[in-house]
């Protein structure tokens, strides 16, 4: 069974894999698919979002002769990464009193 996701835990699984370290766009896909399947198409336009709400910086760094774009978390992203953890603890905890009781 599949579940939908919703941008806002789109926008924390993106927002936790670039705090963990500086990294580019296709590595992003890569660990995304780790937990769910996601296109280039979807993913691309949570990272500019992301830019567009101050939660991510990039710069270009050159990489076996060609330029790969890096994503890098900001205080604002990581202050936005603090706030859905504590959601979706929140969100979790009350799914699992529904399903296991308590």
Known sequence: MSFPISSSL????VLAIVAREDTYGYR???DVRQVMEVSD??????????LKDGCLVTHDQAVDG???RYYHITPA???RLR???????????SIEKVLFGG
């Open 28 to 30: 992003i896909t890569q």
């Open 66 to 68: 060609r330029m790969r």
């Open 41 to 50: 198409s979807t993913l691309y336009p949570v990272l500019r979002r992301l």
């Open 77 to 79: 992203g990581r202050i």
């Open 10 to 13: 789109l926008d924390a699984i």
């Open 83 to 93: 706030k859905a953890l504590g959601d979706w603890t929140a969100y979790r905890d």
